[in-house]
């Protein structure tokens, strides 16, 4: 069986456990905070470099591509317009066959740009993660600041 004095003796020592200095718990903030913004920073930069990682493996291809395509195209349409010229009994018939296939290209060149321009303004480049994060660290510090007041 315990007694009164060994049940104070008990909340005495837990008391002092429990206090602590003004300094102690604002030392204590300074290094969750740290710890806090320095996990944020490194999750911002690992997303950062997973994007930046893509865009670099993707640029090489891009020009690549871009060159041949173009050369491509130039084939392309010289056989276009020799195909279509001779449709036409005039001395300007090379000319209307180069502006047939020039606005034939405008409009697929349109769209296409249309559709990537959809497409890179959809996914963007922000951090979505990490804003997401941020975001759900922004209810939670107002939650505890509600829960303190």
């Known amino acids: 069986m315990h007694n009164v004095t060994d049940i104070n003796a008990g909340r005495r020592d837990l008391r002092e456990h429990h206090e602590r200095s003004l300094a102690d718990v604002v030392n204590e903030i ?41 050369m491509v195209l130039m084939l392309f349409t010289g056989a276009l317009v020799a195909l279509i010229a001779p449709a036409f009994e005039n001395e300007f018939r090379w000319a209307i066959a180069l502006a047939i296939v020039g606005v034939a290209y405008l409009i697929i ?21 990490t804003i997401n994060i941020l975001k759900q660290d922004q209810v939670w510090l107002q939650n505890e600041a509600r829960r303190e007041a």
């Open 30 to 70: 300074k290094v969750e905070l740290k710890e806090f913004l320095v996990t944020r920073f490194e999750i911002l930069r690992a997303e950062m470099n997973e994007n930046f990682t893509a865009l670099k493996a993707g640029i090489p291809m891009l020009l690549i591509g871009s060159v041949l395509g173009v």
């Open 109 to 129: 060149g349109g769209a296409a740009a249309w559709m990537g321009y959809r497409e890179v303004t959809a996914r963007g480049l922000a951090p979505k993660r």
